[in-house]
């Protein structure tokens, strides 16, 4: 479970200071899926960064399961963040001098798995993903989906307890939109992850069961249920033959 208390991030730019975040409480269980929607410039991937340990906040703290990522040494940050934290990103982050499987076995390696294990769950991971016929392919040999894909796999590989998503389809048309929103979803749901998503589609974010809309780094948060587009229940069903 995640539990905010109070953070605040305040930069320095120049002679100015900027506040991103003022004073966000914020309560995650375990097993929640929220979406993050504010304007650019709000706040809501410096709230994700806080989340994933990735910064650290001016002033409060960020638990999860009862540790303080703001205040836990850097050495024990990374060895949480590679243990129990999946990151996606819009970019992809994909290392382009590597295969499909290169770069999934990567997030393995800080955890110290051996190269024959590493390879094993590489493959693994990327063929829940619909890609066990791509193992081999480099990053420019693959579409925008297939290697959004990929990210989605190597976040997943390590069988982490959380998953963030940073615009995770924002680089992509619609139709393969879709098609990522409901491989994450039904991930969601078929391994009980908390889930937790920074998105400007007001489309996407009407499919989820809470909302944090963030502005000037403060948060208003709206309890959707499942009336939205798809559940994950619906997206697993439709796509768990289909190698989603």
């Excluded at 305040?10 to 003022?22: C, F, I």
């Excluded at 908390?194 to 974010?205: G, L, R």
């Amino acid at each position: 479970m995640y539990k905010l208390t109070g953070v605040t991030k305040r930069y320095t730019r120049g002679k100015e200071t900027v506040e991103a975040l003022r004073g966000v409480d914020l309560t995650i269980e375990d097993g929640d899926q929220l979406v993050i929607q504010g304007p650019t410039g709000g706040g809501k991937s410096t709230l994700l960064q806080m989340i994933g340990g990735l910064d650290r906040p001016t002033e409060g703290s960020v638990e999860l399961d009862g540790v303080n990522l703001a205040t836990i040494s850097e050495a024990k940050l990374t060895r949480l963040r590679a243990e129990k934290i999946g990151i996606i990103f819009q970019s992809f982050n994909l290392i382009p001098t590597l295969t499909a499987q290169e770069n999934v076995e990567t997030a393995l390696v800080p955890l110290g798995v051996k190269p024959a294990e590493r390879r094993e769950r590489a493959a693994e991971a990327l063929t829940s993903v619909g890609l066990g016929d791509r193992l081999k392919h480099a990053p420019s040999e693959l579409s925008g989906g297939q290697q959004q894909r990929v990210a989605i796999a190597r976040a997943l590989v390590k069988k982490p307890k959380v998953l963030l998503a940073d615009e995770p389809t924002g680089n992509l048309d619609e139709g393969t939109r879709d098609d990522i929103m409901g491989l994450l979803e039904g991930l969601w749901h078929e391994y009980g992850l908390t889930f937790i998503m920074v998105t400007h589609d007001s489309s996407i974010a009407r499919r989820a069961p809470r909302l944090a809309t963030i502005k000037a780094g403060q948060i208003t948060l709206t309890e959707q249920g499942r009336g939205g587009q798809f559940t994950p229940q619906q997206q697993y069903a439709q796509h768990g033959n289909q190698g989603y």
